[in-house]
């Protein structure tokens, strides 16, 4: 338990920021989710659009410390070849 007052400043400050870390996350989650529903419904165009909304809030993860940069790299680099996979032609 927190005693002295900066102590219990800290402890406010840190519930605050688990808050809108834990929000950024989510948003973050969705918008990964949208693009990998649409690899797997198969449309090509969709998957592209989202991919395209996706890659803006990945790197607003990074800006803000959410997430660290090689794993938003690892994640659209990832989710790009999918996305490009599927847009060309299985030969």
């Known amino acids: 338990m927190a ?3 900066q ?5 406010r400050q840190s519930e605050a ?3 809108v ?11 990964v989710r949208k693009v990998e529903e649409a690899i ?3 449309n ?3 998957a592209v659009e989202a991919l395209k909304n996706a890659q803006p809030e990945l790197a607003r993860g990074v800006t803000k410390g959410v997430l660290h940069k090689n794993t938003v790299s690892r994640k659209i680099s990832r989710l790009s070849s ?3 996979a599927l847009s060309t032609p299985a030969s």
């Open 82 to 84: 999918r996305v490009k």
């Open 7 to 11: 102590s219990k400043k800290r402890a």
């Open 40 to 42: 797997a419904s198969g």
């Open 17 to 19: 920021r688990y808050a």
């Open 44 to 46: 090509s165009e969709a």
């Open 3 to 5: 005693n002295s007052e």
């Open 21 to 31: 870390n834990k929000a950024r996350r989510s948003r973050i989650r969705t918008f």
